[in-house]
C-alpha cells in the first residue's frame, strides 16, 4: 500500500503569495493533520480532520486554512506568505475513530512539502 | 498540553541495546503514549505507543511503569540506521492533535 503522499515535495514563493500543499492518506485513513516543523523544532499542530470536518486547530493564523475532501485527501492553503512561513508542511493520517479513538492508533507521515518564502 | 520530558541527547553503539527514558509526570488515566522518530530531511516515523501494558512490535518495545509516569523506549539492537530524534508524546484520550517536544537525539557510533 501507498503510504502518505504529499505533493509538491519543494516549492518556492514569494513574500505575499498564495501556497495550495496537497496530501493523500493511507487508503482507509479518514483522519488528516498538518503540522509545520521550522528548522532545528519538533513538529506543530496546525489543523486535523476526520471525516470532512475540522476537529482541531492549532495556534496559528487565519492565513492559514484546509479542507478535506469527500475521498479523505487533504488541502492546506496559506495566504499572504511572510518569510517565517518557510518551514517543513507535513501532512499526517490516522485510523482514528469518531469515538474518542484518536490515540489508540498511531499516524502515518508522509516526507512533506519544503515551503521556502523568499 | 500534557507534557513529557526527555533528555537532550544519547549516545550508543551500534549492536547494543538503547533504552530511551521519558517523564510523563502529569499524565491521566486515558492517555496513551506515543513514540515516533524522524531521520534528518525526513517526516517522522511512528514507533510504536501504549496504554498501560508494555507492548512490543517489529521496531521496538515500550515499558510503561506502573504507576504510568515515566516509560522507556528500548531498541533492542541498535544499528547505525536508527539514529534519529526520538519524540515521547502524550496523547490525550479524544485529542486531535501530537505536540511534539524537543525530543531525544540518538547518536550511534560504529
Known amino acids: 500500500d501507498a503510504g502518505v503522499t504529499q505533493s509538491p515535495t519543494h516549492l518556492i514563493k514569494t513574500r505575499g503569495q498564495q501556497v495550495t500543499l496537497r496530501c493523500s492518506p493511507i487508503?482507509?485513513?479518514?483522519?488528516v493533520s498538518w503540522y509545520q516543523q521550522v528548522l532545528g523544532q519538533g513538529p506543530q499542530f496546525i489543523f486535523q480532520y476526520y471525516e470532512k470536518e475540522e476537529r482541531g486547530r492549532g495556534n496559528f493564523p487565519d492565513r492559514f486554512s484546509a479542507r478535506q475532501f469527500p475521498n479523505y485527501s487533504s488541502e492546506l492553503n496559506v495566504n499572504a506568505l511572510l518569510l517565517g512561513d518557510s518551514a517543513l508542511y507535513l501532512c499526517?493520517?490516522?485510523?482514528?475513530?469518531?469515538?474518542?479513538?484518536?490515540?489508540?492508533?498511531?499516524?502515518?507521515f508522509g516526507s512533506g512539502t519544503r515551503l521556502t518564502v523568499v | 498540553d500534557a507534557k513529557t520530558t526527555q533528555p537532550n541527547s544519547m549516545e550508543s553503539n551500534e549492536e547494543e541495546p538503547v533504552h530511551l527514558p521519558c517523564n510523563h509526570s502529569t499524565i491521566s488515566g486515558t492517555d496513551y503514549i506515543h513514540w515516533y522518530r524522524q531521520l534528518p530531511s525526513q517526516g517522522p516515523e511512528y514507533v510504536i505507543h501504549?496504554?498501560?501494558s508494555n507492548v512490543n512490535n517489529r521496531m521496538a518495545s515500550l515499558a510503561i511503569a506502573e504507576d504510568r509516569k515515566s516509560s522507556t523506549l528500548i531498541l533492542h539492537r541498535a544499528t547505525l540506521r536508527d539514529a534519529a530524534v526520538y519524540y515521547c508524546i502524550l496523547l490525550i484520550q479524544g485529542a486531535q492533535k501530537l505536540v511534539f517536544g524537543q525530543g531525544t537525539r540518538l547518536t550511534i557510533n560504529p
Open positions: 487508503s482507509g485513513h479518514k483522519s
Open positions: 501504549g496504554l498501560t
Open positions: 499526517a493520517s490516522s485510523l482514528a475513530l469518531r469515538t474518542g479513538g484518536f490515540g489508540a492508533y498511531g499516524y502515518t
